[in-house]
């Protein structure tokens, strides 16, 4: 009669066809298991040392597996950085030609500004380099004060292996108009900023989430605008980014369309058309072709063509529109100058209609981003619910909003409902309906102004009048004033720098500053002209002197 087995439990076999028993028996001192299988490495003779060890259960240690982080370094953060990077410059292109009605070659011209500046950064996205991660343009140092030697002209650096920041997109969105000599200003570009027009306002959140997730805290942060669009920023982002593609690709930006752009900003400040063909001869006289500055030359504000048309433009208004109240005096009616401005009916339109207003009713769009507490209190109903309107279509990320622990429970966001607690939507925002309107304001205010334009008073030349100065009237030039400083500035020339500061985004101090460096030009103009004048009048006389000799 065969011996009955004594089975013994123990772990899983796991031996052929991923044996499942658990049960063991022995046989002449080998173990095997319930299918017969046998087992390798077990002993079934019980030392003495191994007294008292039955039942002891003995396991198979894992093989640990080395975790692996689902945030990307060096190299690869680098490239998904450059692929968001890119992502956003094309969202802004097609908004630039979807919303705003730009052409469609913008994008382009875009994508090739952007593929020569990736040529730089090919070290960035190699596995084996060691170079730091540096960010140019960062938007806090762009809100310093402007630096002092600015002014008198100074190198710019032109970096090229440095990480582009945010901000240059717009810069390679308006150098590409500028390729396709489209009268489009940096004021303009500014605006579809702030007024999210186009993608800048917080573009992260334009980012998928599986990439967002992958991207260290440092590429996510240069992605957010953590504070709003100051003035100034976008002007000196442009002009190192001019500079930057002369000095490493020797490109050549073409001249600004200086007549159309000239025109635009002229009806947009409700000023009279005469002064288009002043602007443009003062220009002729200096020699300036409105060409961007070239790398090898000293730097200035005014050295960007759109800053010196539009100095000119005020340089032309401050001599044949003073705003010193005194009275002056053409020669004939036929005259340019005839008509001259009523500046207090000037500083009343723009006060009373105003270009991108939204009502008083509702927070005027790209002004959320600088709202305050004290704004927050003085808000009226339908003002918070724009506010909050704008800020859960900018901060609230509904992808986080999960089943799962690891993001906001859903039940948690349930509680607390986003939204107008009276069930009403907010009201849609339309481009081309604003732009309507603006363009309807911008003739309402051309309409009053030239309506009020004043004339001046006849005076036919006579040696009377030799000097200049007859009474009160004086001619049309003279007692020309020089603002050097804010302070300088009456009441109705600040009202006037203040919107034309605004017009083409840049604070009202570097308009005062880049307004100065082109009147220097100028007197050295005058006072060269007068030595030449001199020079050849003094020939003239030798030359008479001779003949009659």
């Not at 596995?127 to 310093?144: G, K, L």
């Not at 489209?182 to 999210?196: D, N």
């Not at 334009?206 to 957010?224: C, E, G, H, N, S």
């Not at 999960?402 to 906001?408: I, M, P, S, V, Y």
Request: charged residues 25%.
């Amino acid at each position: 009669m065969p011996k009955k087995l004594e089975y013994t439990k123990g772990q899983r076999c796991g031996k052929e066809d991923n044996c499942r028993s658990t049960l063991y028996y022995e046989e002449n001192s080998f173990q095997y298991c319930k299918r017969g299988h046998l087992q390798e490495g077990i002993p079934t003779q019980q030392d003495e040392d191994d007294f008292g060890t039955q039942g002891r259960k003995t396991r198979v240690r894992r093989e640990t597996k080395e975790k692996v982080s689902q945030i990307y370094r060096g190299a690869t953060a680098t490239e998904l950085y450059l692929q968001s990077y890119q992502l956003i410059l094309w969202k802004q292109c097609y908004a630039l030609v979807h919303t705003t009605g730009l052409p469609a070659e913008l994008e382009t011209v875009v994508k090739d500004l952007w593929a020569l500046r990736l040529q730089l950064l090919k070290s960035k996205t190699d596995a084996t380099s060691d170079e730091d991660t540096m960010f140019s343009s960062q938007p806090q140092s762009e809100t310093e004060t402007e630096d002092k030697h600015e002014g008198v002209g100074r190198k710019w650096k032109v970096r090229g292996k440095i990480m582009p920041s945010l901000i240059e997109t717009l810069g390679l969105c308006y150098l590409g108009t500028i390729l396709l000599r489209l009268p489009v200003s940096i004021g303009e570009m500014h605006r579809w900023a702030v007024r999210e027009d186009i993608p800048f306002i917080r573009a992260v959140r334009f980012v998928p989430a599986i990439m967002k997730q992958r991207l260290p805290a440092q590429y996510l942060k240069a992605l957010d605008t953590t504070s709003p669009l100051e003035l100034d920023q976008l002007r000196k982002t442009i002009h190192n980014l001019s500079l930057f593609y002369t000095h490493h690709f020797a490109l050549v930006f073409p001249p600004l369309n200086a007549p159309l752009l000239l025109y635009k900003q002229i009806r947009n400040l409700s000023l009279p058309i005469t002064l288009h063909l002043k602007t443009l001869e003062i220009s002729r006289l200096l020699l300036i072709t409105f060409a961007f500055p070239l790398p090898s030359f000293r730097q200035q504000i005014s050295s960007l063509p759109e800053i010196q048309l539009i100095c000119l433009l005020i340089i032309t208004v401050k001599l044949y529109h003073p705003f010193d109240g005194f009275t002056r005096h053409v020669r004939s009616l036929a005259d340019s100058a005839v008509l001259t401005i009523d500046w207090a009916t000037w500083v009343d339109v723009q006060s009373s209609h105003k270009l991108h207003a939204t009502g008083e009713a509702h927070v005027e769009r790209g002004s959320e981003i600088n709202v305050t507490e004290r704004d927050v209190m003085n808000m009226t109903g339908e003002q918070l619910d724009d506010y909050m309107d704008w800020y859960e279509r900018t901060y609230v990320d509904e992808s986080r909003v999960e089943e799962k622990a690891r993001g906001l429970p859903k039940q948690l966001l349930d509680m607390f409902p986003i939204g107008r607690t009276d069930g009403s939507s907010p009201t849609p925002y339309n481009y081309d309906q604003m732009a309507v309107k603006e363009q309807e304001t911008i003739d309402k205010r051309l309409n009053v102004v030239m309506g009020k334009l004043r004339l001046r008073n006849v005076v036919p030349d006579n040696p009377e009048y030799s000097a200049g100065v007859h009474g009160d009237s004086t001619r049309i030039g003279s007692f020309y004033k020089r603002y050097r400083k804010v302070e300088d500035l009456t009441p109705h020339a600040k009202a006037f720098h203040e919107a034309v500061a605004e017009a083409i985004g840049v604070r009202l101090e570097s308009l005062i500053l880049a307004v100065g460096q082109v009147e220097r030009s100028l007197v050295k103009w005058r006072e060269a002209k007068v030595k030449a004048d001199k020079e050849e009048g003094d020939a003239l006389m030798e030359n008479t002197s001779d003949n009659n000799a």
